[in-house]
């Protein structure tokens, strides 16, 4: 089954944005083509980004 990307919500544009608005439970992630970064928990990254390449970019804590 596919990965439904529209749950994520919309894309920050600006890596340095998301990182800020992120909580140190959450983590940044972005698309392979390194243009639209979503913040979203462990949980949801292992549960469909990740298999379909999504990245970490900023991980919990930082």
Do not use: C
Not at 3 to 19: K, T
Not at 48 to 58: E, M, S
């Amino acid at each position: 089954m596919s990965f439904d990307i529209s749950v994520l919500g919309l894309p920050y544009h600006s890596l340095d944005a998301a990182a800020v608005d992120k909580s140190p439970s959450e983590m940044v992630i972005t698309d392979e083509k390194g243009e639209g970064f979503y913040i979203v928990t462990r949980d949801v990254y292992e549960d469909g980004p990740k298999q379909q390449g999504f990245k970490i970019v900023v991980n919990e804590g930082e």
